[in-house]
DNA sequence: TTATGTCATGCAATCGATTGCATACACGGA
DNA sequence: TCCGTGTATGCAATCGATTGCATGACATAA
């Protein structure tokens, strides 16, 4: 029942030529040292007996597979799917294919999962996962594997990387609120094992100082996973740590949402009595209520970026120059949670 | 810079064995025919090198890639990253790694991205794309590449194929609205050339006369597209043509948020004046107000069950009984959006 | 001691495509 | 007619691992 596979030995012999002359009649850009008559001929045999290259052997002789391995933490994290798409969408133009893995941010899963996609000889690896340091990645890349990250960095190495300014998103956010009259921002910071979490809290005091915001300790908590249950944990505990505040930055679109929800439960209006943003600009972010004010991330475009650095990469000159980090600018986007503060100026609760 | 790949060329040199007998040594099923002491020589030999097989040149030989190809409608539709960690789940610890590639449900695309598959040699592959009608996946199907496919079936083949019991969620859903007192109840149905738009369909009319509800073709209005612009056009739609209805059933969830927030905006309250139900229980779904009433289906588990038929299909023994279909039960959660018909009953709007 | 059997290991073909080099043929000029 | 040049095509090695078969060593039994 198996049908047998068509290989240029067949066409071969077909059309009576050897085996060479079928393969570089079939590569265009071998193809112009073949006799049109003949190259017409072979082209028509493959076509009629559906020849299909095997890019298996290709690739034991040439080294290249045409796919490349994308390493997330988590593809049910709504912010990769777009990302993904965006990667796909220059690769497959190309020819191109991608092996996707999770990685759930574990080290050893990371190690072993870096295994799988070069034991299967990817051509490169976009690599998207945020654990900070990493000496497998940089020791692939060393070995000669192109690499480019997304969203994080691997310090002191020559790896492209592909980032969001968050910094700027953070910056802007915190003028945001400060333009509304919010004087005590407290913040919610992520998981500081995650660039994304460090990141943010690091930017959050940086701009509160340009901004002669005062910092005060004890309005900053720091989640330790992004999810909604912290969110609200974390708001629970500013609450109920008796501090003042009237407005809450949120390292991103769950911790807020959860937060928001803590509030409700308290019987807390937001924004009409503190102020809430996100950060990232999740999908489905509109249906809920009240909408989030956060900032927007250019997830499809990072994918993009990402693959079209790693595509140079692949078939790079020796004198391309690759650029060392690309930043992606992002947006603020203000919906309905955040307000001015209330008229009595902060109180304590 | 580039270090050269270590092979079993390579521990031969170094131990002074021929490559076969290391190549026997390193398989875990051959190595008992191979002394202890040279096996255990190799093995360390192999260690200390650091060598990694070469799964292209292994896969040449044996026509297998311990790979196998995903095929998606869309990443970024939430019921599928649940669906690829369930599969992962499977995969991952048997050494296979995953190809996933997007259709966007567009037959050209399915057909060029089934080659790109195949072309890399997959050994199997999830189809859990819902066109309907799918000549080029019954025919790899054919050719003897192992099949699986996901929530839905290709007519007239031998195809494994794993879905959800869609027929009794559209029938408990309806049972639950009837009992909630709802005698009108309207429908708003997902596109038809995808089988869950139309699978869901028919369930619906199925249910409703298997329990003597009067279905009102009026009631019924098919989206084009599983998204909430769409449930709310068709939400309107329904209420601008004068119908009287209490309750709407509808194909998603997607479909129910834009019929719910449609609601809103006309100044109807959801459930108290009319209810409205979803079906997937996509995530994030309790963070929207009111919560949902929806059918929960068990994405996670339905990639787990395709990932393990399709294992049973590439290893299987001649005689092994490949179940044709697998129906996996869904379960009814009753949130805020569904309530008891309104005191008056049924009024016209 | 020889025959027989067993078991470990080596040999070489194989998978399918690519590619540097060799060869053969055509054509043009002297 | 002969040589030179160019170009179309063939030849064969190669990529790295797998595997059927051959071989050789050693042991046991006759």
Redesign the pocket.
């Known amino acids: 029942m198996k049908k ?9 012999r077909e059309t ?12 265009p850009i ?1 193809r ?4 049109d ?3 017409n001929r072979i082209q028509a045999a493959a076509e009629r007996l559906g ?13 290249r597979t045409m796919t490349v391995g994308v390493m997330i933490p988590d593809i049910t994290n709504l912010v990769f799917p777009p990302i993904l798409r965006g990667i796909e969408s220059v690769l497959e133009p190309l020819g191109y294919a991608a092996i996707i893995v999770n990685t759930d941010s574990e080290r050893d899963r990371e190690v072993r999962l870096l295994d799988v996609l070069r034991d299967r000889g990817v051509d490169g690896i976009i690599h998207a996962a945020v654990l900070r340091s990493d000496p497998s990645i940089a020791r692939a890349a060393q070995d000669g594997l192109p690499v480019v990250t997304l969203n994080r960095k691997v310090e002191q190495s020559t790896i492209p990387s592909v980032v969001n300014d968050e910094d700027a998103g953070i910056c802007e956010m915190l003028r945001h609120l400060k333009e509304l009259g919010h004087t005590r921002i407290a913040h919610i910071a992520g998981p500081q094992e995650l660039s994304t979490g460090q990141l943010r809290l690091s930017a959050f005091r940086k701009a509160a100082d340009d901004q002669a915001i005062e910092v005060d300790e004890a309005l900053i908590r720091v989640a330790t996973r992004f999810n909604e249950e912290d969110g609200a944990r974390c708001l629970l505990e500013l609450l109920d740590g008796g501090n003042v505040f009237t407005a809450v930055l949120c390292a991103n679109d769950r911790l807020a949402l959860g937060a928001i929800e803590a509030l409700r439960d308290r019987g807390i209006d937001c924004p009409g009595q503190i102020s809430v943003s996100g950060f990232n600009d999740m999908p489905l972010l509109d249906l809920i209520r009240p909408k989030l004010t956060t900032v927007r991330i250019q997830q499809y475009e990072a994918g993009r970026t990402a693959a079209k650095l790693l595509m140079r990469l692949v078939n790079s000159a020796e004198d391309d120059a690759i650029p060392l980090e690309t930043v992606l600018p992002v947006e603020l986007v203000a919906r309905e949670s955040t307000a001015p503060v209330a008229a009595g100026g902060p109180s304590s609760r």
Chains 1, 2 share one sequence.
Do not use: F, M
């Not at 020849?51 to 080294?63: E, F, Q, S, V, W």
């Open positions: 047998k596979r068509i290989t240029l030995k067949d066409i071969a009576g030529v050897h085996v060479s002359t079928v393969s570089r009649a079939l590569d071998e112009k040292s073949i006799t008559d003949v190259a020849y299909r290259p095997n890019r298996i052997a290709a690739g034991l002789r040439t080294n």
